[in-house]
């Protein structure tokens, strides 16, 4: 009898986490938007130029 209710059980839980739907990852990704955040191009600007050392004036 235990056999048997955690057989059911597993096929309970199988059940419970199938996913009946049908929609594409391509719809899916349409849902939520993508903001850069570096550039229009996506490449980052370059880092600023050190400061200069103060025994070099």
């Known amino acids: ?3 048997t ?3 059911f059980m597993v ?3 199988g ?3 199938y ?4 929609d594409s990852v391509a719809e899916i990704d349409g849902l939520y938007p993508i903001h ?3 550039g229009d191009d ?3 600007p370059p880092p600023p130029p050190p400061p200069p050392d103060p025994g070099d004036e």
């Not at 996913?19 to 049908?22: A, G, I, L, V």
């Open 5 to 7: 209710s955690i057989a």
């Open 1 to 3: 009898m235990k056999k």
């Open 42 to 44: 996506g490449d980052p």
């Open 15 to 17: 059940s419970l986490i």
């Open 36 to 38: 850069s955040t570096e």
């Open 11 to 13: 096929i309970i839980f």
């Open 19 to 22: 996913s009946c739907s049908t």
